[in-house]
Nanobody
Framework: QVQLVESGGGLVQAGGSLRLSCAAS????????MGWFRQAPGKEREFVAR????????YYTDSVKGRFTISRDNAKNTVYLQMNSLKPEDMAVYYC?????????????????WGQGTQVTVSS
């Protein structure tokens, strides 16, 4: 049974940093894309970043480029999202997701497994 468990959310002031973690279990993810999405109240879930687990290729949405970094730790089977220079508009529930069959996935429907989400609150 695949499980993705996020942690690391919380309250931070604008300009601050947080690191989100996504612990993956239940299968081998080596050929998967791992993604981070976020959803703010009243808005659609949006793509934030992804990483190809085996090759480490990364991709970011424009609004987070230069501020967020996605990475993975093979030994711990964990994906991270380092978020720096946080802005109030980054405030949302952040979700970790895994995609097995899509090429360079950025849409929610291209991801097969999802975590429960972790809240990130940015105060101005």
């Amino acid at each position: 049974q695949v499980q993705l468990v996020e942690s690391g959310g919380g309250l931070v002031q604008a300009g601050g940093s947080l690191r989100l973690s996504c612990a993956a279990s239940g299968r081998t993810f080596r050929s998967y894309y791992m993604g981070w999405f976020r959803q703010a109240p009243g808005k659609e879930r949006e793509f934030v970043a992804r990483i190809r687990w085996d090759f480490g290729n990364t991709y970011y949405t424009d609004s987070v480029k230069g501020r967020f970094t996605i990475s993975r730790d093979n030994a711990k089977n964990t994906v991270y999202l380092q978020m720096n220079s946080l802005k109030p508009e980054d405030m949302a529930v952040y979700y970790c997701a895994a995609s097995s069959g899509s090429t360079r996935p950025v849409r929610s429907y291209e991801y097969d497994y999802w975590g429960q989400g972790t809240q990130v609150t940015v105060s101005s």
